[in-house]
């Protein structure tokens, strides 16, 4: 898979109306060459006071001013006639005896939003920005899990469901309702070439959970003597991991995308090897019409079993 890392555009310029503690208006481009940690603050929140500014005049201690420089942005979107005048930011900055360069970010004419908070795309709070960072990351790793399982190879990395070599459990001709029969001829495809070791657990998607929960092992005997307890993600006296990323539309003879799939195995011979961290990029122009951005995020990755007898797969379970 590629691992060139995609097109960032440049910084856009800060757009201030006032500066405090320099005797020069600052740019971006004068400050080429060396790191620049931009730090947007509100002098009324209250995290920017107790974290953000504190962390920001260690920062500047901490490193030579030709190597990095620390650089406040006191973007004002809301409360602004008590918090967004120079004269407020001036006692500010004295009273918390804040040392490295401030700008007050220039007021919009009709928006609460300042021009270089809005040019930045900076959220009003800390946890708009976490919950996008969260979701980005949540829907990336959703898809690692999906490729790794049931990859099948095709503009993707092959999962374990259709590598080659593992061993394979059949129900029928049309698949059909699994037994605690079944469960135990996935452990005895791994156990008869000497794999059943290491991290060894079932995992399946949440139809087939429930079929298990409410399907006694035999047809008469103990009340409630289920193939997997309710009390508990346990099958067989191995884990059992359930995620939808565990395909629940496969097909065999007459029944057409109705069947699910479930793999037993030893996990420490799945490698996923990751190239690079989230690569983010920023489209503005897709969505323009409609005044959205889109991010679109990257990660380069791929999928290999050290073992193919490590591994064992039914794909024609009936849950229903």
């Known amino acids: 898979m590629s691992t060139a890392t995609p097109y960032l555009p440049p910084a856009p310029p800060l757009q201030v109306a006032q500066w405090f503690n320099t005797r020069e208006p600052i740019t971006l481009e004068g400050l080429r060459g060396r790191v620049v940690v931009l730090h947007a603050f509100q002098m009324l929140c209250p995290g920017c006071v107790e974290k953000g500014i504190p962390q920001a005049l260690r920062i500047d201690e901490a490193f030579p001013q030709d190597q990095l420089v620390v650089i406040g942005l006191h973007t004002v979107f809301e409360h602004h006639a008590v918090q967004g005048t120079a004269e407020a930011l001036a006692a500010f900055i004295h009273e918390y005896r804040l040392r490295f360069p401030i700008g007050l970010d220039q007021p919009h004419a009709t928006r609460d ?22 979701d980005l990351t949540r829907g990336i790793m959703t898809e690692v899990d999906r490729v790794a399982l049931a990859g099948t190879g095709s503009n993707t990395p092959t999962g374990v469901l259709y ?34 070791m290491g991290s060894l657990s079932y995992v399946t998607n949440a139809q087939v959970a429930y079929k298990l929960r409410t399907t006694s092992r035999q047809s008469s005997g103990v009340e409630g003597n289920f193939i997997m307890s309710p009390e508990g993600n346990t099958l067989a006296g191995f884990p059992v991991a359930i995620t939808q990323q565990i395909p629940a539309n496969l097909t065999k003879g007459s029944a057409s995308g109705t069947l699910s799939a479930m793999l037993f195995g030893n996990w420490t ?16 122009y897709t969505g323009s019409s409609a005044g959205t951005v889109r991010v679109v995020a990257f990660q380069d990755l791929d999928v290999a079993v050290r073992h193919p007898e490590s591994f064992a797969e039914c794909n024609e379970i009936l849950p229903t």
């Open 163 to 196: 590598t080659t070599g593992i061993g394979s459990v059949t129900i029928g001709t049309n698949g059909g309702a699994p037994t605690w029969a079944h469960v135990n001829q996935l452990w005895r495809e791994i156990a008869i070439d000497n794999a059943d």
């Open 269 to 284: 011979d799945l490698l996923i090897g990751m190239w690079s961290g989230i690569d983010l990029l920023v489209d503005p």
């Open 113 to 134: 939003i300042p021009l270089t908070m809005q040019a930045l795309m900076l959220q009003g709070t800390p946890g708009v920005e976490g919950l996008v960072r969260n």
